[in-house]
């Protein structure tokens, strides 16, 4: 197959979304597959165009169109470099020759307009990889106005693109219910989460473990978050809790990442003088994930009640690779917590449950073993099931079903799981 990939990040950006495309284009590729990408010429919010126009890494062949004008300096400077993106990649698009697949995602938002047209245009089936579905997520956090002209819109312009697709793939079961209620057939809805690559990330014993020593957490049980402090994610309950466990010797934090909450964190534990219990780090290299979720003891993985199904956060799968518990924050009908709850390997509890989540941390602190054997059951269930090889499985099927290619592994109109 020639299989089309459409993002705004991609290789070298270190993006959730990012990393997710080049992993799943270089299966593609280690399959016989051609791959192509149109990407941004920008870092992710950042400024200028520093990547190269045109490259091929791991066998993939990646155009980079537009550059990044504003950054992040605010919401309608990234609608300005969004828009630019858009018209580059659909230039860029058109220009390309025929694929047989086009998989667009959600970065930015509505670019799967550029898939819907290729496959009036050209005939190329259209995926939509549903990462975010949108305007949902900013109505749902206060960013836009519930039934305003600009939200009535864009949630025309999104159902249009779920239901013209030949296959919208979600994330989670709370996902698929969303997308079921915008009127897309069954047939079309196809589960498939995101992973973490089980021989990319493997456990690292505590007592080796170079970021244990650099933040001098020593024997202590270190509760982390790692990843991105988004708009749709609950930092409160955690920070709280960590003003409640300050002085409980037994225990520290680490929030390590960036995102638009970041500066809300340091600013809460610089207020309530929480230097002392809590690191602070930025994003950390891909090469060392293991090294850094291994780091602790049991992670935070959290979701702002409404926001489920809108977003499924991607930082479960690294943390059940590393053989670490998760504690989610959040409603008990989303994917994350669904997945937690089914393997035994860790806890939720609702947004402002400050007692249960120091209540779950505190047990973990008394008994190591608890934690150990919740951490044992995270990475198994990794393996059995969510890891790498059988997501990029369910991918392969789904796309050489869809382009009619022999030897396909799955059936036509059967959701792949």
Same mark, same amino acid.
């Given at each position: 197959?020639? @299989? ?32 192509? !990408? ?33 950054? $992040?300096?605010?919401? =309608? ?44 245009? $050209? ?54 219910? =969303? ?9 079309? @809805?196809?589960?498939? /989460? ?40 609950? !930092? ?66 959290? =979701? ?13 799968? /690294?943390?059940? %690779? %590393? ?16 997945? @937690? ?7 939720? !509890? ?23 054997? %919740? ?18 499985? %369910?991918?392969?099927?789904? =796309?050489?079903?869809?382009? /009619?290619?022999? /030897? ?10």
């Amino acid at each position: 197959m020639r @299989i089309l990939l459409i993002n705004q990040v991609f290789f070298p950006d270190v993006a959730a979304t990012a990393q997710h495309g080049h992993d799943l284009a270089r299966d593609l590729v280690r399959h016989g597959h051609e791959v192509s !990408v149109i990407a941004s010429r920008s870092i992710y919010g950042q400024k200028g165009a520093g990547l190269p126009r045109q490259e091929t890494v791991d066998g993939i062949e990646i155009h980079r169109v537009g550059r990044s004008l504003f950054g $992040k300096a605010g919401i =309608l400077a990234r609608v300005a470099d969004f828009a630019l993106f858009y018209l580059a990649a659909f230039t860029k698009a058109m220009l390309l020759p025929r694929h047989d697949v086009v998989v667009c995602f959600t970065t930015p938002p509505f670019i799967a307009v550029v898939g819907r047209v290729l496959r009036f245009v $050209k005939g190329t089936k259209f995926v939509y990889w549903v990462m975010d579905l949108y305007p949902d997520l900013p109505i749902a956090c206060g960013v836009m106005r519930p039934g305003s002209l600009a939200s009535r819109f864009f949630e025309r312009v999104n159902r249009s693109c779920l239901r013209s697709a030949d296959a919208d793939v979600v994330l989670g079961r709370c996902m698929a219910d =969303l997308v079921r209620g915008k009127g897309v057939p069954e047939e079309r @809805i196809r589960l498939i /989460g995101v992973w973490s690559d089980q021989e990319e990330v493997k456990p690292v014993p505590r007592e080796e473990n170079p970021y244990r020593r650099e933040w001098g957490v020593d024997d202590r049980t270190l509760v982390m978050y790692s990843g991105n402090f988004g708009i749709g994610h609950d !930092v409160d309950t955690f920070l709280n809790a960590a003003r409640e466990l300050a002085d409980d010797d037994r225990i520290r934090f680490a929030f390590v990442g960036g995102g638009k909450k970041k500066e809300q964190v340091e600013r809460f534990v610089r207020e309530e003088g929480l230097e002392a219990t809590c690191v602070i780090a930025p994003y950390q290299p891909r090469e060392r994930l293991d090294e850094l979720l291994s780091a602790a003891d049991v992670h935070l993985v959290s =979701l702002l009640e409404g926001v489920e199904g809108i977003m499924v956060p991607c930082k479960l799968f /690294g943390i059940l %690779a %590393a053989g670490r518990p998760a504690i989610f924050i959040g409603d008990e009908r989303s994917e994350i917590s669904r997945v @937690i709850v089914e393997n035994a390997c860790g806890a939720s !509890v609702r947004q402002g449950d400050v007692a249960s989540l120091v209540e779950v941390v505190r047990g973990y602190a008394d008994d190591p073993g608890t934690c150990e054997a %919740a951490g044992a059951l995270a990475r198994r269930s990794l393996i059995e099931e969510h890891g790498a090889v059988h997501r990029f499985a %369910a991918w392969r099927g789904l =796309l050489e079903d869809l382009a /009619g290619e022999p /030897g396909r592994t799955s059936q036509s109109g059967s959701p792949t799981t």
